[in-house]
């Protein structure tokens, strides 16, 4: 009961930061940014991209308005806190990605820099009841069908590789959101396939990254 609450208030925000992206001036940004990367407004829509704002309180002080208490945001992920005890927005001037599970439910979010000087580039909901990014692949909820019908699951570095295949076509594409393959990650794809496609960057992480996949594979 206590995570279908948490689950509400993620939905909500997903809702609220796809409503920055599209319909407000400082999101504009952003949206040229998505657009710059070659995807669709009906493929962001789909994968419900979305903006946070850049202020240090904006998504706070939403979602207190909306009646829900301190302790939800911040157990949500929403915010952090400060030694002092003070709440602040955790995602700020970032472009969104909704992460869900295998089965489509909302666990957090992924936060990509807009400002180059901006860090780090790639920020994710903090460890939660409902967020565990060692076990989370990004689209395995899109891509479990297709990952059986193929026989392959292709594993990718990042969440904007992972959309612009699918919207290419391709849609037995995943990704463990830039950190390294886990057990756990390798277990829930074999349910579907024992055939792993590593397409990782070709930079020295990207290399690093495939030879530890293999090892985990």
Excluded: C
């Excluded at 202020?55 to 929403?78: C, M, Q, R, S, V």
């Excluded at 920020?123 to 395995?140: A, E, R």
């Amino acid at each position: 009961e206590r995570n279908e609450q948490l689950r509400k208030l993620l939905e909500e925000a997903e809702v609220f930061y796809r409503y920055q992206l599209t319909k407000t001036d400082a999101g504009k940004e952003a949206a040229a940014y998505i657009e710059k990367r070659g995807i669709k407004p009906e493929t962001s829509e789909t994968w419900g991209l979305g903006y946070a704002p850049g202020g240090w309180d904006t998504t706070l002080n939403y979602f207190l308005k909306k009646g829900y208490p301190k302790k939800d945001i911040l157990e949500a992920g929403l915010v952090s806190e400060r030694d002092d005890g003070r709440l602040y927005d955790r995602f700020r001037h970032r472009l969104m990605f909704p992460i869900r599970d295998a089965r489509g439910k909302i666990t957090g979010f992924g936060g990509r820099i807009l400002n180059p000087a901006d860090v780090p580039k790639f920020m994710n909901s903090p460890q939660s009841p409902l967020f565990d990014k060692s076990s989370l692949l990004y689209g395995l909820d899109k891509a479990r069908k297709s990952i059986r019908s193929e026989n392959q699951a292709v594993i990718v570095e990042g969440y904007m590789d992972v959309i612009v295949v699918h919207q290419e076509g391709f849609q037995n594409v995943v990704s463990p959101m830039g950190t390294a393959l886990t057990d756990v990650q390798m277990r829930h794809l074999k349910r579907y396939t024992r055939s792993f496609t590593l397409a990782l960057d070709p930079d020295a992480a990207g290399v690093k990254a495939t030879l530890r996949g293999l090892e985990v594979a």
